[in-house]
């Protein structure tokens, strides 16, 4: 009986000091994430002005019946998902090939951690600024094209055509984050025992063997991370298509909802539109993470 109320006294002990140390992040996000959320949806509700006087009037759903019937707000979920499918899958490929090409090296492993990674450290308004130049009519991209094609002088219209500042938008995205996810592949490659691809190699599985019916069932958890990460950072894009359009890209092909949601709020300062369209976002980005977690569930695999 003693030695059973000493283990509750200590179960109680770590209970309590879990709770200490837990506090301070539930409190960050409850005020920084969940009021936000919270707080917008009310907000979604009324026909409000932004640095308006007047009170707001409340107008129920109207503000989200007006977005499912715009043109302009569809073509912003257009946007929205064809930038997000066409960057955050190569994102994800790419990513583990070269976590892959990483893992295998003897040498400068160290290096192409770090050449693949200083990109993610860049702020994203730097990284489209400097890709603005690169994507000029004179500049390295059109110079390079040119140079594998040898087709000198033309210009590829990267920022002026509506197909090709979309493609200009994701090869920025992949650019800055590749390394980051490539990173996260690494550590996840890294906690699989060596042991298991030995008695692989002892049965006689071949490299291709090895990759498919070990390491990739193995690295299921980190390849759920990643893809559920890369698809909400695709998701919630917006500096890379502000910045562009500030440049003189059209803005219909990269009007995603980030950036229409901007221009509702700062131009037309309708604040009750725009948290409707956050609202729609949020349930978007719930519902892509429910399906990927549904899509990834389909059995464990353990070493």
Request: with cysteine.
């Amino acid at each position: 009986m003693k030695g059973r109320l000493f283990s509750s006294g200590i179960e109680h002990k770590k209970a309590r000091w879990g709770w200490i140390f837990i506090i301070p992040s539930l409190v960050f996000f409850s005020l920084f994430s969940f009021y936000p959320i919270l707080n917008a949806l009310y907000t979604s509700l009324f026909r409000k002005k932004l640095l308006s006087l007047a009170p707001p009037r409340f107008i129920g759903f109207d503000n989200y019946v007006y977005l499912l019937q715009s043109p302009d707000f569809w073509n912003s979920i257009r946007a929205t998902v064809v930038f997000t499918i066409g960057t955050f899958v190569p994102m994800v490929v790419f990513s583990l090939i070269l976590a892959l090409f990483i893992m295998s090296r003897k040498r400068f492993q160290k290096f192409f951690q770090m050449a693949y990674y200083s990109p993610a450290v860049l702020s994203s308004v730097v990284v489209a600024a400097i890709w603005l130049l690169m994507l000029d009519p004179r500049g390295l991209a059109n110079q390079w094209v040119n140079f594998i094609l040898n087709t000198p002088g033309i210009d590829h219209k990267w920022l002026a055509d509506s197909t090709m500042v979309q493609i200009s938008t994701m090869m920025v995205y992949f650019w800055k984050y590749v390394g980051y996810f490539t990173i996260i592949f690494l550590v996840g490659l890294g906690s699989i025992p060596n042991s298991i691809h030995e008695a692989a190699r002892i049965d006689g599985a071949g490299g291709w063997t090895d990759f498919w019916y070990i390491t990739l069932p193995l690295l299921k958890p980190t390849t759920v991370l990643v893809s559920i990460m890369s698809m909400l950072q695709c998701l919630k894009t917006f500096s890379t298509q502000y910045l562009f359009t500030q440049g003189g890209a059209p803005m219909e092909p990269i009007n995603v909802i980030t950036l229409n949601l901007y221009h509702t709020t700062i131009r037309d300062r309708s604040i009750g539109l725009a948290s409707a369209m956050s609202i729609i976002l949020f349930c978007m980005m719930l519902f892509f993470t429910w399906l990927q977690f549904k899509t990834f569930r389909s059995g464990e695999d353990h070493y």
